[in-house]
């Protein structure tokens, strides 16, 4: 096995993991909160450091802070790059203290702009539940200053070679949680004592994600020290986190948007959709992120040799790979939302009537999983040509799409409302990232795929009707309410991707191969001189 499969291995193996203990960890915490005020409110707190952590750390930082560091191994500077670690780790501590203490003091005192908000008009129902939001965001903010120190420390362990440390850094975090969660449960709490249970799994897995990769540098030799004199490398770094930054902050603005709005709505809604976007997040997570990984190196060395025709070619096969995984996956997720829904989460304080709610979301969430894995590949192209500003636009104008749909959406459609709103800003999005790709390179045009596109929906035209029919055949089974979805679930899905398979086959979609030996192949040509 080469040193590249090795790794992409590793990564995989841990998103998979970390996925599948995500979810798990969704459905202790539903079953011991359900879909109420305060669970919302928990999702809306724990959104804020997210965000801040995603901008400050695993999104510009590492972008930036990567090259730096591996231009200073490269020179044979070892002390050099763990001097680098310790000036960016010394910054990153300041600012990021900085800003749980101004936020903390900010949320502490909510009460006076929250009454300013009811005068002007907001009803009472909504200032309780960000009142509610703000408390338990003074508790969670601290988690910003070991998640974005982690982001820095992984960075540097795989500039190293050490790639298993830094992949598993979510499953200490979804451990900590799950752990605190049966905790609370074991112990028969109150529901406050149970969510200060959560708060607490949250921090200590965030300080777990920070030391592990941290001791890991230790033992190559880094010695902290606390450092911020002035360095060029940290103002280069600074220069190139600048336009990733103003982009990551869009998009995530814009992923935000949805529950804050939803937490305005109703009691149930930011949790719902919480709920609905980690079930959709798993193909994501782990086809498209894989697909990404292999397919980016790719397209930025040809990038880099000016290799236009090779650099598309890439960018076709990869966006073959995202349309045969994600479009079938989308059908089958909406189609089957209902006892995904009932087998994941219907325990506990998660009744009946909120698998009704989450049902409709999941399945509007579901329909916008090819255009979300298109936009992640689509983005890779655009860095790969070194411009950044395409994206930032791109994110601008999802964000606009999403805000005002969202205000629109909601009195219509209440929460179903948010998700469509949202699907469509990830539609406006990627058709936005494909006209711009084709007006700059004529090799990313993407009139190649409108063949192997239109099989692809026939396929999963003939796969779907297969689900729709078995899950109607299986409902009239004289079996119980919860065999009946696990035999939805776990039978037709297995039944469902075979067929499709054939379909494909028998369809000829071009790059029906690169299914089976994609990954291997262009593997083989990362290790080309």
């Not at 070892?78 to 203490?101: D, E, H, M, P």
Request: glycine share 10%; hydrophobic share 55%; aromatic share 10%.
């Amino acid at each position: 096995m080469s040193k590249h499969l090795k790794n992409i291995s590793i990564v995989a193996a841990a998103t998979v993991a970390s996925r599948v203990l995500g979810l798990v960890r969704e459905m202790g915490q539903a079953a011991v909160f359900g879909t109420s005020a305060l669970n919302s409110a928990f999702y809306t707190a724990y959104t804020l450091p997210n965000l801040f952590r995603r901008l400050l750390g695993e999104g510009a930082l590492t972008a930036a802070f990567v090259p730096a560091l591996t231009q200073e191994l490269e020179q044979g500077q070892r002390q050099g790059a763990f001097a680098l670690v310790s000036k960016v780790v010394s910054w990153l501590t300041l600012v990021t203290t900085a800003l749980v203490l101004a936020a903390m003091v900010f949320f502490h005192w909510s009460g006076w702009w929250l009454a300013g908000l009811h005068r002007l008009g907001l009803g009472a129902g909504t200032v309780g539940r960000l009142d509610l939001g703000a408390q338990l965001t003074v508790v969670l903010f601290p988690y910003l200053v070991f998640v974005c120190l982690a982001a820095a420390f992984s960075a540097a362990c795989q500039v190293l070679g050490r790639f298993t440390e830094p992949a598993l850094s979510p499953i200490w975090l979804n451990l900590s949680i799950i752990g605190a969660l049966g905790l609370g449960a074991g112990w028969a709490w109150g529901v406050p004592q149970r969510m200060g249970m959560l708060c607490a799994g949250v921090l200590l897995g965030g300080f777990f994600q920070m030391a592990v990769p941290a001791a890991v540098l230790w033992g190559e030799g880094w010695r902290p020290r606390f450092d911020l004199s002035p360095d060029e490398r940290v103002r280069d770094i600074l220069r190139l986190m600048g336009p990733t930054v103003i982009g990551s902050a869009i998009y995530l603005i814009n992923i935000s948007l949805s529950r804050f709005i939803g937490l305005s709505l109703n009691d149930s809604a930011a949790s719902v959709l919480n709920l609905a976007t980690r079930v959709m997040e798993l193909p994501i997570g782990v086809f498209t992120a894989a697909i990404s990984t292999v397919i980016f190196p790719l397209m930025a060395r040809h990038a880099a040799r000016e290799d236009w025709s090779s650099l598309g070619s890439d960018y076709h096969k990869g966006m073959r790979l995202v349309l045969l995984i994600n479009v079938p996956a989308a059908a089958g997720l909406a189609l089957l939302s209902e006892p995904i829904v009932r087998l994941l989460f219907q325990r506990g304080a998660f009744h009946a009537s909120d698998t009704g709610l989450m049902t409709p979301i999941l399945a509007v969430y579901a329909l916008g999983l090819p255009f979300l894995s298109f936009t992640s590949l689509a983005l890779r192209g655009f860095y790969a040509m070194r411009d950044t500003r395409t994206p930032v636009q791109a994110a601008g104008l999802s964000f606009l799409t999403n805000l005002v749909l969202s205000v629109i959406l909601m009195h219509w459609f209440s929460t179903a409302g948010l998700a469509l709103a949202s699907n469509v800003a990830v539609v406006v999005q990627a058709l936005y990232l494909q006209h711009h790709l084709r007006r700059r390179r004529p090799d990313f045009h993407f009139a190649p795929q409108v063949p192997n596109l239109g099989k692809i929906l026939l396929a999963t035209l003939i796969m779907g009707a297969g689900v729709w029919a078995g899950h109607s055949l299986i409902g009239h089974l004289a079996l119980s309410p919860r065999w009946r979805d696990w035999l939805s679930v776990a039978g037709l899905i297995p039944v469902a991707a075979a067929v499709y398979a054939g379909a494909v086959w028998l369809l000829r979609v071009e790059g029906r191969a690169a299914a089976e030996q994609g990954f291997a192949r262009l593997l083989r040509r990362r290790q080309e001189p």
